[in-house]
């Protein structure tokens, strides 16, 4: 029988690699030019939402301690500026290749933490408020993260491809 | 110091409020008139959102072993049926106090759950099934309810109000 924690790292993976798949599979279905249609009139294209999550996603290695991002370049872009800002964006292939490849290396890494890792903080917070906010741990992080997912994918699912 | 159990219970329910909190507060910006908008050209209305995310919380509470739905008659409208189906929709006042009252309820029950019921079976499942299947329990579905519930906030922030 596997632990409560067990249990609930179990739930929190499973919700995570679900909108995952389904973001993989709704980006896999559009023709590269649909990347530059917009979700609704005026908001944010298909491209830069990829970005936008390729970014996000990213930033979780160094908060969940796996490391130093792997495309430092998408966070000004895709992050701190809106779709329109006029910075140039990488090409669609590129960003394509950044968000699996992220996803990738954060799936590597879960598979390698143990039970009790999960409930360790993530790097954001200091040992100090840890020990008064002992939530603030890297499953946390995972659920949060999720929330943001699928809240981006059912934007994406609005694109009248 | 709280127990792993603990801790993943303010997550999980931390993150639910944060979204809940965020939908009352954009529900509440809207003028009447303003939820018959739609979040993207041809796709739901602020209305039928509404009435969807009451349904779906209504339907946690048999789900969570709470008791009956307070207002079975939403599931035909905002579940089964699309937007457009032409079945009439209940006057906007109701559906707005519907969405507080679920959620009302769902907090009284949260409240009062102790942390291994949270570890304990949802009703849709059977004995047998959760023996092999021991992540499917109140937990889980409150961390897919909150993906559900943040992926339509995420829709109803496209609005052009």
Chains 1, 2 share one sequence.
Do not use: C
Not at 34 to 55: D, E, I, K, S
Not at 93 to 109: D, G, I, S, Y
Not at 119 to 138: C, V
């Amino acid at each position: 029988m596997p632990t409560p924690e067990e249990i609930i790292i179990r739930i929190v993976r499973d919700a995570w690699n679900i909108y995952v798949e389904r973001a993989n599979k709704f980006f896999g279905s559009l023709r590269d030019e649909q990347f530059n249609l917009q979700v609704a009139p005026g908001r944010n294209t298909a491209v830069y939402l990829l970005g936008h999550l390729a970014a996000v996603h990213d930033n979780m290695l160094p908060l969940l301690g796996f490391g130093a991002k792997k495309y430092p370049a998408l966070e000004e872009i895709f992050i701190k500026n809106p779709d329109r800002s006029g910075l140039p964006k990488p090409p669609l292939a590129e960003l394509k290749q950044a968000w699996e490849n992220v996803n990738a290396a954060l799936k590597e890494h879960f598979d390698k933490l143990g039970t009790a890792q999960w409930f360790e903080k993530h790097t954001a917070i200091s040992e100090a408020d840890f020990e008064k906010e002992p939530h603030r741990n890297r499953l946390n992080v995972l659920v949060n993260r999720t929330n943001h997912l699928a809240g981006h994918y059912n934007q994406l699912l609005l694109l009248n491809k």
